[in-house]
């Protein structure tokens, strides 16, 4: 396959990042027990222009581990558009978490966790790094954040 268009500019990617975190409602996370032992799963999620929320339940692994471990790989598109976001983890129960963030996550989705007991968390994933590429002719560039820090 040969690649006939030219890489998007540091600026592109990033205003296609984050229309992407404001339109995608899934998003891969990727998190991994004290022993190492890797969970992949697909999560709805809600972008609040600083952090990616998402809500599952502590006893699951997904939940665990991302409470324990506190740190997350997210990930969004296909293998020829990708988005892949290191980020800190803080956990809330259905008590501790902002009004705000609990009543966006349930307005986009129509559920609240808030609702389906106590055994559900929210999780609110701060980037640390964020890389996104279309093809191989833009992994030059591809990291567009760095410790928190936007790069653009």
């Known amino acids: 396959?040969?690649?006939?268009?030219?890489?998007r500019s540091p600026e592109q990617r990033k205003h296609d990042v984050l229309e992407r975190l404001?339109?995608?409602q899934d998003i891969w996370v990727a998190s991994a027990d004290e022993d190492g032992l890797p969970c992949l799963?697909?999560?709805?999620?809600l972008w609040d222009g600083e952090a990616i929320w998402m809500s599952?339940?502590?006893t699951n692994p997904t939940g665990r581990n991302l409470r324990d471990g506190r740190r997350a790989r997210l990930a969004l598109g296909h293998t020829r558009d990708v988005v892949l976001i290191d980020g800190d983890v803080e956990s809330f129960t259905a008590r501790e978490v902002p009004a705000a963030a609990a009543d966006a996550f349930a307005e986009r989705y129509g559920w609240?966790?808030?609702r389906n007991g106590g055994s559900y968390g929210y999780f609110r994933v701060l980037p640390r790094a964020v890389q996104t590429w279309h093809?191989?002719?833009?992994?030059?560039?591809r990291h567009l954040m760095r410790e928190g820090q936007w790069a653009v």
Do not use: A, K
């Open 41 to 45: 799963v697909p999560l709805w999620f």
């Open 22 to 24: 404001g339109r995608e």
């Open 112 to 114: 609240d966790p808030r």
């Open 135 to 141: 093809e191989e002719h833009e992994l030059p560039g």
């Open 1 to 7: 396959m040969e690649i006939t268009e030219s890489p």
């Open 56 to 58: 599952t339940r502590f």
